[in-house]
């Protein structure tokens, strides 16, 4: 027939049967118009339509029956056995009673026809192996193959134990059974179902009905491994009539993998018991799969996640319309059927149960439990009271996901972990307090998988939450939910301390501890040695903070309490003795530091257990406080020991400890001249982080940032800076960036550019730098350090006028804070300079008196220091009158630096500004000497870039102009001008200053043209 | 399935007109088994010539009355709608119902 002619008749025939009668006869008239075969056809598949019925279902039936018919046709026996009645007829064929014809007594069997699957290549052979294998079961709780064969019509049969018993689920509903009884029973079932694969038999197809208990209450299993039997050769091709035919089979108790088609294993029967016990214990199944489309149930199968059997027993009002029409069994009847009121059953499922439940239904095989063994195994242990085996593969299957990229969620659930495991522990101490809180582990479990799933994005519409928001809902859910367990409640908050201290959150940290000691103090008291740690971890959040006082008064504290316990823990009182030296060390109190870093690692020593890798943490902290204290020969001894320890551990390969102690090395090293060792050690830690952690961890971070700034002291600044830049963009992924390190970043990556001349760039990251440790923290020394960064960066390109108000905000700072510090002197110093430097002699002087006060108060008379401040001194006062006393500051200066260690461009500074001083007061022959002295030093001693050299020509040029030599001083000046307007800029204060000496000069002798030149320049 | 039905009732009608000698109360049985071989052959002739004009017509039926798939279930197994399975059904059941009868009136 051809197509379009059939298509014609499908089109006609489709809307005619949407008419009534009447009207069909018109339609038919329209449509098919003056063609009569057309006609004829249509109609005569109208009435056929009419006439068919059912003959399809009945013709079906016809052959259905046929083949049963077959089975008793062979005289009513198949092979040796006696057919007696039809018990049923499954989806796989006929079950007959039957009895063994050629026996004296009379034992009684089921026989089972098989007439379905025969699409696929079932070899008589491999029947054969299959059924072997299958007889070899034997197993109390499993109902024996006897026997099988081909039907003289060729349809393959099985003869097995009969069982008169009644599907499991239908059992225990109709006893009632409780959970207790359910579960035994279900642990009968894994015992069989355990037996089965040891003997390499997977059943494929458990569910109630495949599982029947007698009336004495034996459990029988059923139809093991015939699933297989009815399934194609493993790896041959799928006729398409077999697919059509194993899809047709109910996806309820089907694993994904066996939806999928994939290879089945004994994993698919643990998944297939995970559907099972979820339905004996919480009356339902885990997915809804009646009225959906069977690609629906699949999806569902293949990509919903399981409820916990828990969650499905919560009532809920409104029921849908679909649930009315087939309603479900609602709370009440299936706690009623366990002997427990609903909420009493949904309890006793939270937890355990739930867990067992998820683990045997996880979508990926490998994921469940490892055997039916392990399954039963956390069934028996949670009857009797024990600890299952589900947890920790349920923390880690459930975090690894996404916790790669999440350490924080490490810690925070490791801290819990921790606490769950030694709750035990905690609860026989104390058990008084323990039984007015009634505290379960449970609930704590509860609350970490609930943390975890908070950061599991998809559970989150999609949105990534941040690891602050994360901690931030795990604190909101302590406090919320142990609100009636205050010391539970306060110590789940000293857990989450650490990740907050981790993440550099320390005043969150504070916050939450200071809570923390209030609540569980307002039981214990203040001074109970349960505190210690939360003291003890207070003291690190103010350590993060910068109060290095307080951190060392809370660590003490812990220290005292740690030791008055009666559970004296060495390891921790170490690690609250190292902690203080770490707290000391800040203050800059090395001796004392260097003496708890020694306690601690003697404590590591003695105590029990391997220690070596906190052994290693102490001497890596002693070795730097040596080096803190110029004793580098001897800190780089404990360095290396630590070194070689931490090598040893990780059997040479690369470890984060060793990255530690390469860094501290590379700190140490830093003292030594030769900076190139120090830039080595920091490249090696700096590789190892790269090659061990995640791009945003604060040690890597700090990695890039240690080899960039020995690049920057090395003065590769070309090397620096991208170090800098990439730090800089593995901050800006994240979500916050308000963190010290963040602004020490940015500062130093400033102070690089600069060093490049960069200068706008250089100006937008110190400006970063300021206003995030304004905002951090308004009166720090790092505020202070910021403010004169960003100051002289000013100064050296000419903007006096910010430089002398950055200044003045830093003495202002640290005038009030810090009182006599060298930051304090600096800042003075920097206030008179940009005086100075916008021609503002008289204003200059009362700072850089000052500066030279503090800094004489702090490093004594020769230092280098204070006569670099008396040099600055001197400048001005040789400008605002007081000749004599400039003169005298200038001469002991230049003294100073001649037998001192100064270095000899020093000297040659000191040298010109002598020589520039006595020019300007009429000592120009004096003048000339000393500024050729100069001139020679620095020429020996410098580069022609440098600007002290253009300094030193300059002021030699005007000395030879008053002494009267001025083609001669004239040909000097101008090369010094034009030297430093190209180092310095046109605008720079040298540059200026030399541009005005010389017109003073020439205006002195009397030359006004040179001296209009110049001024005009 | 079909091919179990269809290759059954073939050896069923294959013993009969070989005409082996059987014992009456199983010719009883006999009988109506070849009645009902005639109607599986005669169903899966039609379904064969069907095939051969829509394929898509031949497969909703196996899916629905020899596969045990709902109507919801062949359409989406088939990802076409519902609507379309039920108007197929009724058409290939009418065309199937007309051969059969046909095939009645030529023998």
Redesign the interface.
């Known amino acids: 027939?051809a197509?379009e002619r059939?298509r014609r008749i499908?089109e006609i025939?489709?809307a005619a049967?949407e008419l009534s009668a009447t009207r069909q006869e018109p339609f038919l008239d329209d449509s098919c118009g003056d063609d009569d075969e057309l006609r004829q056809t249509v109609e005569?598949?109208?009435s056929?339509?009419r006439?068919?019925g059912e003959?399809?279902?009945?013709?079906?039936l016809?052959?259905?029956?046929?083949?049963e018919?077959?089975a008793?046709?062979g005289g009513q026996t198949i092979g040796p056995y006696r057919l007696i009645e039809r018990t049923g007829s499954g989806g796989m064929g006929a079950v007959y009673r039957a009895a063994r014809a050629d026996s004296e007594y009379d034992q009684i069997v089921a026989i089972k026809v098989i007439?379905?699957g025969?699409?696929s290549p079932l070899t008589v052979e491999r029947f054969r192996r299959e059924r072997q294998i299958l007889a070899g079961l034997q197993h109390p709780n499993i109902a024996r193959l006897l026997d099988g064969g081909t039907t003289d019509?060729?349809?393959p049969y099985l003869v097995m134990e009969y069982i008169e018993g009644e599907p499991i689920d239908r059992y225990c509903d109709r006893l009632k059974l409780s959970l207790r009884e359910r579960l035994d029973l279900f642990i009968t079932v894994c015992t069989a179902v355990s037996s089965a694969h040891q003997n390499l038999v997977v059943h494929r197809d458990l569910k109630p009905s495949n599982i029947l208990v007698t009336a004495d209450g034996t459990v029988k299993l059923l139809d093991f491994g015939i699933a297989k039997l009815l399934s194609p050769e493993d790896g041959g091709p799928l006729s398409e009539?077999t697919l059509?035919?194993e899809?047709?089979l109910t996806p309820s108790y089907a694993s994904p993998e066996q939806i999928r088609g994939e290879m089945v294993t004994t994993a698919s029967d643990v998944y297939s018991l995970g559907v099972l016990l979820f339905e004996l214990i919480a009356g339902r199944r885990p997915f809804r799969l009646s009225d959906v489309?069977?690609?629906?149930a699949e999806r569902r199968v293949l990509e919903d996640p399981a409820p916990a059997p828990s969650s499905t027993l919560i009532t809920r009002r409104s029921a849908s319309a679909a649930e009315k029409t087939k309603p479900k069994k609602s709370p009440q009847v299936i706690a009623q059927e366990r002997g427990m009121r609903p909420e009493a059953l949904r309890r006793s499922l939270v937890g355990d149960l739930d867990t067992i439940v998820l683990t045997a239904l996880r979508k990926d095989r490998s994921n469940r439990y490892p055997s039916v063994d392990k399954l039963a195994q956390d069934v028996r242990h949670h009857l009797d009271g024990l600890p299952i085996d589900a947890h920790p593969p349920t923390f880690s299957y459930r975090a690894t996901k996404f916790l790669r990229r999440n350490w924080v969620a490490v810690a925070v659930t490791a801290a819990f972990f921790l606490l769950t495991s030694v709750f035990s522990l905690i609860l026989v101490q104390r058990s008084n307090l323990a039984r007015v809180e009634q505290v379960r582990t449970q609930e704590v479990r509860d609350l970490l998988i609930e943390i975890i799933q908070s950061a599991n994005p998809s559970l989150q519409g999609g949105a990534q939450i941040t690891h602050r928001e994360q901690l931030d809902f795990s604190a909101k859910q302590i406090e919320r939910r142990f609100s009636q367990q205050p010391l539970l409640q306060a110590d789940l908050q000293v857990q989450l301390v650490d990740s907050y201290l981790s993440l550099g959150l320390a005043e969150e940290a504070r916050v939450l501890i200071e809570k923390a000691i209030a609540t569980r103090g307002a039981v214990v008291g203040e001074e109970d040695p349960s505190l210690s740690k939360a003291y003890h971890r207070l003291g690190a959040s103010y350590r993060k903070l910068g109060d290095f006082a307080r951190a060392e008064t809370l660590h003490r504290k812990a220290l005292k309490l740690y030791r008055s316990g009666s559970n004296q823990e060495l390891t921790r009182i170490a690690d609250v003795t190292n902690d203080l030296g770490i707290a000391l060390r800040a203050q800059g109190r090395w001796e004392e530091a260097e003496r708890y870093f020694r306690e601690a690692l003697e404590l590591y020593r003695e105590a029990s257990g391997d220690q070596r890798q906190w052994i290693a943490v102490a001497l890596g902290n002693l070795g730097n406080v040596l080096g803190l204290q110029n004793r580098s020969e001897e800190g780089e001894g404990y360095l290396r020991e630590a070194l070689a320890i931490d090598r040893e551990l990780s059997n040479a390969e690369p470890s984060t400890a060793i990255a530690a102690d390469l860094s501290l090395l590379g700190n140490l090293l830093l003292n030594k001249p030769d900076l190139q060792a120090s830039a080595e050690h920091h490249g090696l830690a700096l590789s190892i982080r790269r090659q061990l952690l995640e791009p945003d961890h604060p040690d890597l971070l700090e990695s890039i940032n240690n080899l960039a700034s020995v690049h920057y002291k090395l003065r590769h600044y070309e090397e620096a800076i991208p170090l800098f830049r990439e730090a800089e963009a593995l901050w800006s992924k994240k979500p916050d960036r308000r963190h010290p390190d963040y602004a020490s970043l940015q500062n130093n990556l400033g102070l690089a550019l600069q060093g490049l001349g960069r200068f706008d760039e250089a100006a937008e990251s110190l400006m970063q730098a300021l206003q995030l440790r304004r905002a951090l923290m308004p009166t720090s020394p790092d505020v202070v350090n910021s403010l004169i960064n960003t100051a002289t960066l000013h100064y050296d390109t000419g903007d006096s006028v910010q430089a002398r108000d950055l200044y003045a905000q830093a003495v202002e700072v640290e005038g009030v804070e810090r009182q006599g510090s060298y930051n304090h002197a600096l800042a003075l110093a920097g206030l008179g300079a940009s005086h100075r430097s916008s021609g503002d002699f008289e204003a200059a002087v009362p700072p850089l008196r000052e500066a030279l006060e503090v800094i004489h108060k702090l490093v004594g008379d020769d230092h280098l220091a204070t006569v670099y401040f008396s040099i600055s001194l001197a400048r001005v006062l040789s400008r605002t009158g007081f000749t004599e006393e400039a003169e005298e500051l200038l001469r002991k200066a230049v003294k100073l630096r001649r037998q001192g260690e100064a270095s000899q461009p020093r000297l040659g500074k000191a040298l010109t500004l002598l020589a520039d001083h006595l020019a300007r007061h009429g000592e120009a022959e004096e003048a000339e000497a000393i500024a050729k002295e100069a001139v020679a030093i620095l020429e020996a001693s410098t580069t022609e870039d440098d600007p002290l050299l253009a300094n030193a020509r300059n002021v030699l040029g005007a000395s030879l102009v008053a002494r009267g030599k001025l083609q001669e001083g004239d040909l000097l000046i101008a090369r010094s001008i034009d030297r430093l307007t190209q180092i310095r800029g046109a605008n720079h204060p040298d540059t200026e200053e030399a541009r005005a000496r010389a017109v003073s000069a020439f205006l002195d002798r009397g030359a006004a043209g040179r001296a209009a030149a110049y001024r005009d320049r | 399935?079909?091919?179990?039905?269809?290759?059954?009732?073939r050896?069923?009608q294959a013993a009969k007109r070989g005409g082996r000698a059987v014992k009456v109360h199983?010719e009883v049985?006999?009988e109506?088994?070849e009645?009902?071989?005639t109607?599986?052959l005669?169903?899966d002739d039609a379904l064969m010539a069907l095939e051969k004009?829509?394929q898509r017509k031949n497969k909703i039926?196996?899916?629905r009355?020899?596969?045990?798939?709902?109507i919801?279930?062949t359409?989406?197994?088939l990802e076409v709608s519902t609507a379309t399975v039920i108007?197929d059904a009724?058409?290939a059941?009418?065309?199937?119902?007309?051969q059969?009868?046909r095939s009645e009136r030529a023998e």
Do not use: C, P
């Not at chain 1, 016809?62 to 083949?67: M, R």
């Not at chain 2, 399935?1 to 009732?9: G, K, N, P």
């Open positions: 027939m197509t059939w499908e025939f489709k049967i005569r598949l109208l056929s339509d006439e068919a003959f399809l279902e009945e013709a079906l016809s052959g259905i029956e046929l083949v018919d077959s008793q046709e007439h379905t025969m699409g019509t060729g349809l009539a059509t035919l899809r047709a489309t069977r690609r629906e | 399935m079909r091919r179990v039905l269809v290759d059954h009732a050896r069923v199983l049985i006999g109506v088994a009645r009902k071989a109607d599986v005669e169903l004009i829509d039926i196996e899916l009355y020899f596969g045990g798939l709902t919801e279930e359409a989406s197994f108007a009724r058409l059941r009418a065309w199937l119902f007309n059969m009868k």
